[in-house]
């Protein structure tokens, strides 16, 4: 019989367990006051997931697993099922087995095992009953319909198309009509899809209804709720309002979901909560790929239970750093685009367009249905090459029967003006860069229209005038290298470095060097993700940091929070941007870090043009590499009695 002190032993011979894991572990069997092996085996394994951004185990599937340490060659048999399920329920109060989601857990319970097994932090199994209660609550809700005109809602935006202009149903227009039907939408799609577009839309729609609506807007970065409002903004003259709707959404403001919650000083506690909410109708959240659990809970939490919720994102993209996978999971928990006798009916009226109602067997155990839409005709790529939206789409269409070798060759001998993919030993790196640096490059929004070299960006940061800073700015937005991760001779640190040196800038600092805050600060309003650059003040001639987003506030060096060089940014951290150009470096092996997901992310924050630098077989690997976070949310939201959800 295995015993604790056996996974004690294992872990000081071997490397499989850290710190953290084995202080938690510990913690459990005194709570337990019980020497329980399977108590320790759960809260190591637990933890481990955790910290790899799981949310839980699985234990039915780590049963009979047998951990190896590949150095030393030990191992070490898990537990028969059963009997692990068994023993754990001997563990309380360290430990709540349920036997059903509805069950009062004691405060003390570090560890809950549900029904089928899934092993969480008690925190992590909170937030996944919390998210599902409020989904599943919005979903249930179907509202009338308006009583509009006929094809009121294809004339509500410019961009529209009616039914005889585009004879493929327009998934844009539905997702409108779907969310004047639901209090709850679920947006999905890649770039250039039009998801700005519609929720501009929507929110029209809905202020059209309810002209004193009030709408919250939320990214989980400032970067990215700063580009959610630039984009409806820009929508605005696509829309067909009056002028009490365009002045209702020319005034809204949008902000970060921690900014949005009320971030409390020293505190993970929200200003918001389930006790004190937000005063909002309708809260709009873009960019949900990067939610991690946690926010996601705490939001919906903070939700009045009358407010719709719309959720924009990409399924296909990374998932947030943070453990959880939310937007794939809600997108996994329903079939897309489906429809009702109602909305199918009213759909018709509007477009033209005719649909076929789910059916019961369709929705059966699926409470989520009618609440995803996921769009997938790219608007971006209309009047020019379509190749970097078909090769965005092949990696969305990438299943278990898929040949990613034979995807990667094909995609690597697809070259153009728009992509091309090129081999390069890492001595050879430096000079690619170069000649991208040397090229003249359009800035566009000036008349006459400029053209620059990305190379002059030191030149015109030096020259001590606003108007060339705001060039330097929009040079750093026609190019940009990506990569994955940090070290090694194709890592971040080594990249930046290459294009310091080939910018004439010797330490950071100097006047010309981009850099990008990685930690938020609310106190000088700089948050991760923001671009500033170094420049020369013309009046003090000291050098001082100026940011895009603050072109009349300047900052010492020594004020700003940590930052970092930003010619080159992770791909993870160029989430929610999009450049002219993009050079994607992808490691010569692909290892953890180079994932399918980590591929697609890089790949679409091009707009015009894509160069990847690696090998076909890289590639493949990656494609073959899904991301894989554990949870239990889109189950859970599945496997729910099929309340007629989806009434006529």
Not at 6 to 22: C, S, V, Y
Not at 185 to 198: C, D, E, F, H, Q
Not at 378 to 390: D, I, M, P, T
Not at 562 to 588: N, R
């Amino acid at each position: 019989m295995l015993e604790v002190k056996d996974i004690r032993n294992f872990i000081q011979q071997t490397k499989l367990f850290g710190a953290a894991e084995q202080v938690m572990a510990e913690q459990a069997i005194r709570v337990a006051q019980r020497e329980s092996a399977e108590l320790y085996l759960a809260m190591l394994l637990t933890i481990k997931a955790l910290l790899k951004q799981h949310v839980c185990i699985r234990l039915p599937e780590q049963s009979g697993h047998l951990l190896q340490d590949p150095e030393s060659n030990r191992t070490l048999i898990l537990p028969e099922y059963t009997c692990w399920r068994s023993e754990l329920k001997k563990c309380a109060p360290a430990v709540a087995v349920l036997e059903s989601d509805q069950q009062n857990l004691l405060p003390e319970s570090m560890l809950v095992v549900d029904k089928d097994g899934g092993c969480y932090l008690q925190r992590q199994w909170s937030f996944e009953l919390s998210i599902k209660k409020a989904l599943l609550d919005r979903a249930s809700v179907n509202r009338p319909l308006p009583d509009w005109e006929d094809n009121t809602l294809t004339k509500l935006c410019k961009l529209f198309k009616p039914k005889k202009e585009h004879p493929a149903t327009d998934y844009q227009q539905l997702a409108v009509a779907a969310a004047l039907q639901k209090k709850l939408l679920i947006l999905s799609g890649g770039p250039g899809t039009g998801k700005t577009t519609v929720a501009a839309a929507i929110l029209a729609a809905k202020l059209l209804l309810q002209p004193d609506l009030k709408i919250a807007l939320a990214a989980p970065t400032a970067k990215a709720a700063n580009r959610l409002l630039e984009s409806l903004q820009e929508n605005l003259d696509n829309l067909q309002i009056n002028s009490g709707v365009r002045q209702s959404m020319d005034s809204l403001q949008c902000s970060t979901l921690h900014r949005l919650l009320g971030v409390r000083s020293r505190s993970h506690e929200f200003k918001h909560n389930f006790q004190t909410q937000l005063d909002c109708d309708l809260l709009l959240i873009d960019e949900c790929s990067m939610v991690p659990q946690d926010l996601m809970a705490r939001t919906l939490e903070a939700l009045p239970e009358k407010a719709d919720l719309l959720l924009l994102g990409d399924r296909y993209q990374l998932s947030s750093v943070e453990a959880g996978s939310v937007m794939a999971d809600l997108c996994d928990s329903a079939r897309s685009n489906q429809v009702n006798t109602a909305l199918a009916e009213f759909f018709h009226r509007q477009t033209g367009w005719l649909l076929a109602p789910a059916t019961a067997d369709e929705i059966a155990g699926t409470p989520l249905s009618g609440t995803v839409i996921e769009l997938t005709e790219n608007h971006r790529f209309a009047e020019k090459s379509k190749l970097l939206g078909e090769i965005a789409g092949a990696i969305r269409q990438i299943n278990s029967s898929t040949d990613c070798r034979s995807l990667a060759a094909e995609i690597a001998s697809r070259q153009g003006d728009e992509f091309a993919m090129q081999q390069l030993e890492n001595e050879k790196i430096s000079f690619f860069i170069a000649q991208e640096f040397k090229k003249i490059r359009n800035i566009s929004g000036n008349t006459p229209p400029l053209e620059l070299a990305f190379c002059q960006i030191p030149q015109l940061a030096a020259s001590g005038k606003e108007d060339n800073w705001q060039l330097a700015f929009k040079l750093l937005a026609t190019l940009k290298l990506l990569a994955p991760g940090y070290q090694g001779p194709r890592g971040l640190e080594q990249l930046n470095n290459i294009c310091m040196r080939l910018l004439n800038l010797n330490e950071v600092g100097d006047v010309g060097t981009a850099l990008q805050i990685t930690r938020n600060d609310y106190r000088l309003n700089l948050f991760n993700g923001d671009i500033g650059l170094v420049v020369k003040d013309p009046q003090s001639e000291e050098k001082v940091v100026v940011f895009q987003e603050h072109p009349k506030r300047r900052f010492k060096l020594v004020e700003l929070p940590e930052y970092e060089v930003a010619f080159a940014i992770s791909v993870h951290k160029s989430q929610g941007s999009g450049f002219d150009d993009v050079i994607f470096i992808m490691p010569e092996k692909s290892g953890e870090l180079c994932t399918r997901e980590m591929v697609y992310t890089a790949m679409t924050r091009a707009k015009k043009r894509l160069i990847c630098i690696g090998s076909s077989q890289t590639l493949s690997e990656a494609l073959a590499n899904p991301t894989c976070r554990i949870s239990n949310l889109a189950g859970k939201l599945r496997n729910v009695p099929a309340a007629d959800n989806m009434p006529d």
